[in-house]
C-alpha cells in the first residue's frame, strides 16, 4: 500500500526551515522515500518582482489571495505526482503550508479567502500529517537573527517575534503540530527536528505532558484568548489497558470535520508516548461499528501561551462541567499554567483522567443505566 507523508516545516523568520528542509530530505531518502518539495510561495513572489511592500506594492490581502492559489496548485501537482510515483514510499515536505497565511491577515480575511475557494479549515488540516514550528532565533538566540540568508526578508528582530507567535498560533489547531525551541545548539535543534520524523514514521516519541483539572470558576474567560480556536470533538477508545490506549476521534471546526487516530502509551513523571495519525471517515466509522460503547463529546479549545501549546478540554457528562487542560511540555524553565487560569489540581499522574479512564468509567455507567443496574 502505497505511503505518503506531508509533512510541513514552518516557523518565524530565521528559524532554521531552510536547513531543516536539507537534513531531513537526506534523512527520509536514505529511509527509502522519494522527496519532493514545496517551496516557499512568499519567497518566489516577492523574488519575482511581486511585493505586499515598497513602490507598486499590491494590497496585503490580495498578496495572499494570490500565495494561497500558487500554494494550493503547488501542493496538488505534488499530490498527484507522488500518486504516480512507482515507488511506494512518498514524502512531501512543504517550505510552510496554507494556514500560515492567517499569520498575515485578520482570521475574517483568510476565512474570505478559503470560502471563495469552497475549502474549509479542516480540509486544509487533512492535507497534512505533521507541522514542524520552528521558533525564529529572534527568541532566545538573537544574536544570531540575521535577514542575510533570504532577500525576501525583511523583518526586524521585534517582528519576527511577532511572526513567530502569529505563526504558531495560525497552526495551533493541528492534531499533530510539534514545536522546536531554541534552548539548544542549533545542531541540536535540527536534530530534534529528525528525531520527530523518525518517530512518525516509526520509532516512539516520548513527550512530557503536564495536565491540570480547573474548575470553570477559577478561569478568567474575560483574559482567555480570543486566538484560541474551538473544536467540537467526538471520541471512542478501541483498545485499552492499564498503560495504553488507543483512541479515534472525529473533530469539527466550523461544522466541518477531520479524523484522527491516536495511540497512548502512559508512563511515569508525566512522560505520554504519542503516535496521531490522520484518518479518512470510512476509518473512523469502520472502527467505530466494532465498538458498542457511548461515543464521549467534548469541546475543546486549542492555544498558544508564552511559546507553548495547550489543549483545554471542556467535558459535559449528566451535567457534572470539568475541564482538563494538557500542555506541551517544550520548555521546562516555563511556567506551568497561563495567567487567566486562578487554580487547579496538577494530574499529571492521575490515570483516572486519561481519556480511556474517562470514557470507560462513563460508558459503563451509561450500560448500567440501561439495564437498569442503577438509577
Avoid at 534523512?27 to 519575482?48: F, M
Wanted: aromatic content about 10%; charged content about 30%; proline content about 2%.
Amino acid at each position: 500500500m502505497k505511503e505518503i507523508l506531508n509533512i510541513v516545516v514552518t516557523g518565524g523568520p530565521c528559524g532554521g526551515k531552510t536547513t531543516a528542509l536539507d537534513e531531513l530530505t537526506k534523512l527520509l531518502r536514505g529511509y527509502g522515500y522519494t522527496v519532493y518539495l514545496v517551496s516557499e510561495v512568499a519567497t518566489e513572489l516577492i523574488n519575482d518582482g511581486m511585493k505586499p511592500f515598497g513602490d507598486n506594492k499590491i494590497p496585503l490581502f490580495d498578496f495572499q489571495s494570490l500565495i494561497f492559489d500558487s500554494q494550493y496548485n503547488k501542493e496538488t501537482i505534488r499530490q498527484m505526482a507522488a500518486l504516480k510515483c512507482p515507488n511506494e514510499k512518498v514524502a512531501i515536505l512543504y517550505d510552510r503550508g496554507i494556514l500560515d497565511n492567517r499569520a498575515y491577515i485578520s482570521h475574517d480575511e483568510f476565512a474570505n479567502i478559503i470560502k471563495r475557494r469552497n475549502i474549509s479549515e479542516a480540509d486544509i488540516i487533512k492535507r497534512y500529517d505533521l507541522v514542524i514550528h520552528l521558533v525564529t532565533a529572534a527568541i532566545g538566540k538573537d544574536e544570531y537573527y540575521t535577514t542575510l540568508n533570504n532577500s525576501a526578508r525583511t523583518e526586524t528582530k521585534e517582528e519576527a517575534r511577532m511572526m513567530d507567535k502569529k505563526t504558531m498560533e495560525a497552526w495551533q489547531n493541528h492534531p499533530n503540530l510539534k514545536i522546536v525551541s531554541n534552548d539548544t545548539l542549533f545542531d541540536e535543534k535540527i536534530e530534534k527536528v529528525k528525531n520527530i520524523i523518525r518517530a512518525y514514521i516509526g520509532e516512539e516519541e516520548v513527550i512530557k505532558h503536564e495536565r491540570y483539572l480547573i474548575k470553570p470558576n477559577d478561569i478568567l474567560w474575560e483574559k482567555f484568548s480570543n486566538n484560541a480556536i474551538k473544536e467540537e470533538i467526538e471520541e471512542f477508545v478501541l483498545q485499552y489497558d492499564n498503560v495504553c490506549d488507543v483512541v479515534f476521534q472525529k473533530s469539527t471546526i466550523n461544522n466541518s470535520s477531520y479524523y484522527t487516530c491516536l495511540k497512548n502509551k502512559y508512563e511515569d513523571n508525566g512522560l505520554k508516548t504519542t503516535i496521531c495519525k490522520s484518518i479518512n471517515e470510512s476509518t473512523y466509522l469502520d472502527n467505530l461499528s466494532m465498538v458498542k460503547g457511548i461515543l464521549l463529546k467534548k469541546i475543546r479549545y486549542n492555544f498558544i501561551d508564552d511559546g507553548e501549546r495547550y489543549r483545554m478540554d471542556l467535558y459535559n457528562l449528566d451535567g457534572d462541567t470539568f475541564i482538563i487542560l494538557e500542555r506541551d511540555v517544550t520548555n521546562i524553565s516555563k511556567k506551568n499554567v497561563p495567567y487567566f487560569i486562578k487554580d487547579y489540581l496538577d494530574i499529571t499522574n492521575e490515570r483516572d483522567y486519561n481519556d480511556d479512564s474517562i470514557y470507560i468509567d462513563y460508558n459503563i455507567r451509561k450500560i448500567m443505566e440501561k439495564e437498569k443496574v442503577i438509577k
